[in-house]
């Protein structure tokens, strides 16, 4: 019994939820979160992508780019998840009412059940991966596609097919893709009508009898007839992929492919149709028999014809009289390959090298020539760059530094140029803070230029534009450099009129005193000064940062992606830029030139080269210069020279190559994106240079097909290589790496005046190191000549030492060891370091030019300064403090050039020898010292052995004071060497 409230009734308890139980919803809220944040990071990337285009005005690239994509996408994906969406629905309803035989497990029945409880959402799945796995996919190929779609004619007919160039370059590319969607469409349908089948019974491999429904055969039959529908279609375009397949001896058909591959492709083309018929044929006839006989036929064709054939073929008819049977296809290589890659005008000429003196009147001709031999090696000196012209430890400059040219006065120079870049990296611990690294420390300031061929009286380089601030023979220019090849990864500048600046400029004035401040007032960089801007960076860089700091105001910007190269790359996704951006000043601006090439993969008959295998030698990704990607191609076209301003970081791409068809297909791709040749101002064509890697392909490829008869090049007779690095270390393991080319002013045989050119040598291709080749390409753009190739050829009954032979001397010449003992003594706290080892013609004959710097070994501050200069001229080696007086000796006639700071008037005037002998005395010395230091060790006497020591690093002190006074001992003719004695050495 109760009363008053108790009568109330009680309210439902709450279930309790298991130990580890999950709250129902928790999962997909996750899921939900995640999903989303996927999304977000999609967008953010989409549209931090679409700020800078914009900022760069190229909105344009981003537009086409993103919509040729998304259309890809959209197309390809909706139709690979309809195609397998709609098969496995047709598999669905057309499944048997009772199942063909019994399911291998009770399990696997449930899974049919599930699946058909919840059908939509199975599909709904489905569709969903198979639109993502096929929209991926197809996106991928956007390039290929508008390739496709904007293809320009070559003008050039391909003989065997009689189809226009661009058909293999622009159409079979896009076929081929079309061909791999096709493949993965029906394959993918054909797995889920099986699988579908599988489930509700339609298809049952164990049963007894019929082992799939009559509506199972039906779907079945046709998806594969569809699929060797395809195959056919396959063999069909093997046929034009002959034309890019790689032989025993070169890319393109052989006789072996013209005779049996080839007509094997068609024949099991048409063998692949009636296969098809007969699946398809299937639908009625509901019998296996004659689907499976066809493709019994169909497989055995392929081998019997596609392998077997050619196999007999080649091996009975070609082999014993291959070079007969090749030479057709031989000669369509070698032209095909000189015209894919610009070597068809490439000249080669017999040059009978003199080993013997030159002339004083050969040397008064090639007078001009002395001018253009650079004694600053750009891969030396960067070290004196930076020592002497740093400032400050947070600048830099790069390992390798440019050469380009300058008009000074009325002389145009050879230059060694740097940008001076700031390097946060640099800063000391207590100074790297958030602020200071994306604030202050935002960019570098000037350019720092040396003449090539002039060295100061203590062998430093003669600068041409240097200090803070700048200073020099380049004239005024914006000094400040936002972007370059090291810059920090994102930098925030800019603040609103009236607020202090926070940006370091320069570390004091003009006058010394404070740092001066700057704010940065350039159009380039990306607006970031509303919130939505913010977090979408905030989240880009995942700083928050970004939100949080008070040094991102309304006025702020943000720039990244500030490295040249990349920014090019970028801006022109359809272009390879070149592994090295040099920098120059022109209309008072700095900018970065980056060359840019067009490649395919498809010109026929072309020879392929893998592009990261002929690009490579000992600069290769030393530094800031880049390694081009690992891909193979047989056309390059330097088709674009880009400009990226230093400042702004604006992108200007010129069309340099305006009869490239491939770059008028992606000018069509992207109008007015690439600007005419003939907009380019007069100041930047001075600048423009003939480029490095396209050069080291051609080079390459001019090793062997500077050779054009059949028969020569089948013997590979005349086969040349590019002789590695002698300056460079190597193992047995590790072999070192192409010497790389050299920009030099010079006169090849047949010039009238010098010529800035890029330069290479080549030595026979066996284990001789001799010199069979010298080669020069015309690198300036204004000349008429530009790109010319020419190669002197030098005779093959004459020894003409190559430069790891030449190496070698210098190395081993007793005169060159005297003069660097000094330097390389353990206790004298230096080493000798050996330049570039350049080669030019000259005096009728090849002249090789070294620079050997010295260079202390320990401690802070060390930096290279030019000692000697090496020369060798036939069989004569010689050196010399500077290039006049190892010229001087090896010619045994007075030379005067640039690089001596203090020209002497009548070198054939003997030096007093006072410097020699205090060099020899306090050598003497210093050996005696070592002696006693030793003895005194063994007795124990530590005290001795310490006083002795210091005696003989004051003598060796000496010593190198001497040799700096006079490093080279006093000429000594020396008598024409005959080839049964080696040659003495004109050093003394």
Request: a neutral charge; hydrophobic letters at 40%; aromatic letters at 10%.
């Amino acid at each position: 019994m109760s009363d008053g409230v108790y009568d109330l009734p009680e309210e439902p308890r709450r279930a309790r939820r298991a130990p580890g139980q999950r709250p129902k919803a928790l999962l997909p809220t996750i899921a939900t979160l995640i999903v989303l944040l996927i999304l977000f990071s999609v967008f953010t990337d989409v549209w931090t992508s679409r700020l800078w285009y914009r900022s760069v005005d190229l909105g344009s690239v981003f537009s086409t780019v993103l919509g040729t994509r998304v259309m890809l996408f959209v197309v390809v994906g909706l139709l690979m998840a309809a195609a397998v969406v709609a098969n496995v629905i047709v598999a669905y309803r057309t499944r048997p009412r009772v199942a063909l035989a019994p399911s291998p497990s009770p399990g696997f029945e449930r899974y049919g059940e599930l699946l058909q409880s919840r059908g939509k959402i199975a599909v709904g799945v489905l569709g969903t991966l198979m639109l993502i796995f096929g929209g991926s996919a197809a996106s991928g190929e956007w390039k290929v596609f508008l390739a496709w779609r904007n293809r320009t004619p070559f003008g050039v007919t391909d003989k065997h097919f009689n189809k226009d160039i661009a058909f293999f370059v622009f159409d079979y590319p896009w076929l081929r893709v079309l061909l791999g969607f096709g493949y993965s469409i029906v394959l993918l349908s054909l797995v889920a009508a099986i699988i579908t089948h599988y489930l509700y019974g339609g298809f049952r491999p164990s049963a007894k009898g019929q082992k799939a429904s009559g509506a199972a055969q039906v779907q079945f039959s046709v998806l594969l007839g569809l699929l060797v529908l395809l195959k056919a279609f396959s063999y069909w375009l093997d046929r034009y992929g002959l034309t890019t397949s790689d032989s025993r001896l070169f890319t393109g058909i052989s006789y072996t492919g013209d005779n049996a591959v080839l007509p094997s492709k068609e024949i099991l083309a048409v063998i692949a149709v009636l296969c098809a018929g007969l699946f398809f044929a299937n639908v009625v006839r509901r019998t296996w028999l004659l689907p499976g006989v066809g493709t019994v036929v169909l497989i055995l064709s392929a081998v019997l014809l596609g392998a077997l054939w050619p196999a007999a073929l080649q091996q009975l008819r070609v082999r014993p009289s291959e070079p007969v049977r090749e030479a057709a296809y031989i000669t369509k290589n070698i032209e095909a390959t000189r015209q894919a890659y610009g070597l068809e005008n490439a000249k080669v000429d017999n040059y009978a090298a003199k080993t013997t003196n030159a002339t004083p009147e050969e040397l008064r001709n090639d007078a001009d020539v002395l001018p253009g031999i650079r004694l600053i090696d750009p891969s030396v000196v960067g070290p004196t760059f930076e020592q002497l012209q740093q400032v400050r430890g947070f600048y830099s400059f790069p390992t390798d530094l440019d050469v380009d040219r300058y008009k000074i006065g009325n002389e145009v120079r050879d230059t060694v140029i740097a940008v001076r870049e700031v390097q946060v990296d640099r800063l000391p611990a207590g100074q790297r803070n958030w602020n200071n690294d994306h604030t202050v420390y935002t960019h570098g300031y000037g350019v720092v230029a040396a003449n090539g061929n002039q060295r100061a009286a203590d062998g430093t380089p003669v600068f041409s534009s240097k200090d803070l601030p700048p200073t020099g023979d380049l004239g005024e220019y914006e000094p400040r450099i936002y972007f370059g090849e090291q810059s920090p990864d994102y930098s925030i500048v800019g603040a609103p009129k009236g607020a202090p600046a926070v940006e370091l400029d320069t570390p004091e004035g003009k006058n010394g005193g404070d740092p001066t401040l700057n704010t940065y007032e350039g159009k380039g960089g990306v607006e970031i000064g509303s919130f939505f801007n913010q977090l979408l960076y905030a989240t880009k860089f995942r700083d928050a940062n970004l939100l949080l700091s008070q040094r991102v105001n309304s006025e702020s910007k943000i720039l990244y992606d500030r490295n040249p190269r990349e920014r090019v790359e970028k801006a022109a996704p359809w272009l390879t830029p070149d592994g090295d951006p040099y920098p120059a000043v022109v209309d008072g601006q700095v900018v970065w030139i980056v060359d840019g090439y067009t490649t395919s993969a498809n010109y026929p008959y072309s020879q392929k080269v893998a592009l990261d295998d002929s690009t490579r030698d000992t600069t290769t990704g030393r530094g800031a210069i880049a390694t081009q990607p690992s891909e193979e191609i047989n056309y390059i076209r330097n088709s674009v020279k880009a400009v990226v301003n230093a400042y702004d970081g604006s992108v200007e791409l010129y069309a340099w190559d305006e009869k490239d068809p491939v770059l008028k297909t992606w000018m069509k791709a992207f109008p007015g994106t690439v600007k005419a040749r003939s907009e380019i101002s007069p100041a930047l064509m001075s600048h423009l240079r003939y480029p490095e890697d396209i050069f080291k392909v051609q080079r390459d490829l001019l090793a062997k097909y500077h050779v054009t008869d059949a028969g020569t090049w089948y013997q590979n007779s005349d086969l040349w290589r590019v002789p590695a690095d002698p300056t460079a270390s190597g193992t047995a393991d590790s072999p070192a790496q192409n010497q790389p080319p050299f920009y030099l002013s010079l006169r090849m045989p047949g010039q009238d005046s010098p010529k800035f050119s890029l330069t290479s040598v080549y030595v026979p291709n066996a284990e001789r190191e001799n010199l069979t080749a010298f080669m020069a390409v015309d690198a300036e753009a204004s000349s008429p000549d530009y790109g010319q190739f020419r190669i002197l050829r030098l005779p093959g009954n004459v020894q003409i030492p190559g430069p790891g032979q030449v190496y070698n001397k210098f190395q081993t010449d007793d005169g060159i060891r005297q003069a660097l003992l000094p330097i390389n003594q353990p206790s004298s706290g230096a080493r000798a370091q050996f330049g570039n080892l350049l080669t030019l013609p000259l005096g009728g004959g090849l002249l090789y030019v070294q620079p050997v710097y010295s260079v202390r070994t320990s401690g802070p501050g060390s930096y290279p300064v030019l000692r000697y200069v090496l020369v060798s001229f036939g069989d004569r080696v010689a050196f010399g403090s500077t290039l006049s007086e190892a010229l001087t000796k090896v010619f045994n006639t007075s030379v005067n050039t640039p690089d001596d700071p203090n020209p002497d008037p009548d070198p054939n005037q003997p030096k007093p020898p006072p410097a020699n002998q205090t060099i020899k005395q306090a050598l003497a010395d210093a050996n005696k010292a070592f002696t006693d230091a030793e003895a005194a060790l063994r007795r124990g006497d530590l005290n001795g052995y310490q006083v002795n020591v210091k005696k003989a690093q004051a003598a060796v002190a000496r010593a190198v004071a001497a040799g700096a006074q006079l490093p080279a001992p006093t000429p000594t003719p020396t008598p024409t060497p005959t080839p049964t004695s080696p040659p003495t050495s004109p050093t003394g």
